[in-house]
């Protein structure tokens, strides 16, 4: 069967923008991996990326002249709109094509695309399993039904993500890659690989749960540190990386996890420089585990602060303190940890009080990188279902789910003040820029190597270059 898959992630910087940081610099490691699961099953699989289109027409044009029999396209719900339009096209093109979606959006809102004539399967949860059994039964030329229910696979079971699917796609499209994924910060250099190493999350936030859970089960599954580290060293063979990311929405949860593999990673030869996402009171409760992940390569956590109000975190759920917070800032300063701390502005309920308390958690954390949202209530979760009860969303269009700060989505929010409050947010302290300053001209300049390089020249006389 040959098959298109489909990613639509334009709604953050459109088409032709491959390369231009996270939004257009990333694989998608869902269709990554459905591609590799495609392929063992014998089918012929091409991946069109909207984000390497110049426009619809580039890719009707690129459509027809794949002509594939099936085309499968992921919805994140900021998605939906393009990912309509990719459908839309594909039955113009070849009114016998077979439409299939899945993603997050599709398993959490079936019902707003069951009843679209565009759509012919919609797969919902996880497909490694069904997808590749839906394409055999389309290629046998059995019926398969329109929903089509995923199941849990074990994640050592399923091939390692193709990478190269997304990466040779882009230098098809003519995008001189040269990095496999686009790196964002200085502490990782480029060539940059991602990752993805469990599945789901323990924890219970009002903004994303239940849905995390309906996707993934309320098991969280991780594949085994053998299986990533065989991943890892494919990649490293391939592409030769000099800096990773793991996506996992929570790495550090399994402490007994993090250690076989911090300890597997060193065993492996790996010292490539490395982030991941982890959350302040697991950083603050397991100090020993921070400095291991530091000793081997981690350069900096994703942290999700949200807010720095006790009764915010409280409301959503978070599981934090502001007092955790700012103890788990200080712990990964010690270990030379960068932040990049994700938090929230414009939560329902929240007061302008509450968000300078925000204000003021940052002051003191004074991360490396900020990362705000204005809130942005997804579909799926507990939160959302509040704004829909209360009558609090402001959100009309698809496109809107997009987390960026540049639109309200709650009404009775001064997003004027807000706007402030996000600049303000963002400003370093007269103390913590000259901090900053000094740790720059200290790193700089005074590495004992380059202070015994300077003593020796100072002490030792020149060499005669004759
Ligand atoms: S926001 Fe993060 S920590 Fe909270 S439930 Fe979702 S994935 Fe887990």
């Not at 697991?282 to 006790?310: P, T, W």
């Not at 820029?433 to 006389?461: D, E, N, S, V």
Request: proline residues 6%; charged residues 25%; hydrophobic residues 40%.
């Amino acid at each position: 069967m040959k098959v298109c898959l489909i990613y639509p992630g334009i709604v953050g910087k459109g088409f032709d923008s491959i390369g231009q940081g996270m939004d257009s610099g990333w694989i998608s490691h869902g269709l990554a991996i459905l591609s590799a699961c495609a392929k063992k099953a014998g089918h012929n699989v091409s991946l069109i990326d909207l984000r390497a289109m110049k426009g619809w027409e580039h890719f009707e044009r690129e459509l027809a002249a794949r002509a594939p029999d099936a085309v499968a396209v992921t919805i994140m719900s900021a998605d939906y709109n393009p990912a309509m339009r990719c459908l839309e096209l594909a039955k113009q093109v070849n009114p016998q094509v077979v439409t299939m979606v899945g993603g997050a959006h599709a398993t959490i809102m079936p019902h707003e695309l069951a009843d679209n004539p565009i759509i012919d399967h919609i797969i919902i949860g996880e497909g490694e399993n069904v997808f590749p059994e839906a394409l055999d039964k389309l290629a046998r030329g059995e019926a398969v039904e329109q929903i089509i229910t995923g199941d849990h696979p074990d994640l050592d079971a399923i091939p390692y993500a193709d990478h190269n699917l997304f990466i040779d796609e882009w230098r098809a499209q003519g995008y001189a890659v040269t990095s496999p994924e686009a790196p964002f910060v200085q502490e990782l250099p480029p060539p940059f690989v991602t990752m993805i190493a469990g599945r789901g999350c323990m924890y219970n936030c009002s903004y994303c749960q239940p849905a995390e859970r309906h996707i993934f089960g309320r098991k969280v599954r991780r594949r085994s540190v053998a299986n990533v580290i065989g991943e890892l060293e494919m990649l490293r063979d391939q592409f030769n990386f000099a800096s990773m990311m793991f996506h996992d929405d929570c790495l550090t949860e399994d402490r007994e996890w993090v250690i076989e593999f911090c300890q597997a990673y060193r065993a492996a030869g790996f010292t490539q420089p490395f982030f991941c996402q982890s959350r302040a009171d697991i950083i603050v409760k397991n100090d020993d585990m921070v400095a291991l992940m530091a000793k081997v390569g981690l350069r900096g956590y994703f942290i999700g602060f949200e807010s720095g109000s006790d009764r915010v975190l409280r409301f959503i759920r978070k599981g934090t303190k502001r007092a955790q917070n700012l103890a788990a800032a200080r712990i990964c300063k010690k270990y030379g940890i960068a932040i990049w701390a994700n938090y929230m502005l414009g939560l329902p309920t929240e007061t302008k009080e509450e968000v300078l308390e925000t204000i003021s958690m940052l002051k003191e954390i004074d991360p490396d990188y900020y990362s705000p949202a204005f809130y942005t209530p997804h579909p799926g979760s507990d939160l959302y279902d509040y704004c829909m009860e209360n009558d609090l969303s402001l959100i009309t269009d698809h496109d809107s789910f997009r987390r960026n700060p540049d639109e309200a989505k709650i009404k009775g929010v001064d997003y004027e003040w807000l706007n402030w409050a996000l600049g303000e947010s963002q400003v370093r302290t007269p103390t913590n820029r000259l901090k900053r300053a000094t740790r720059r001209i200290w790193r700089r300049y005074a590495q004992p190597k380059k202070i015994i390089r300077k003593l020796r020249r100072m002490i030792l006389p020149e060499r005669n270059p004759a």
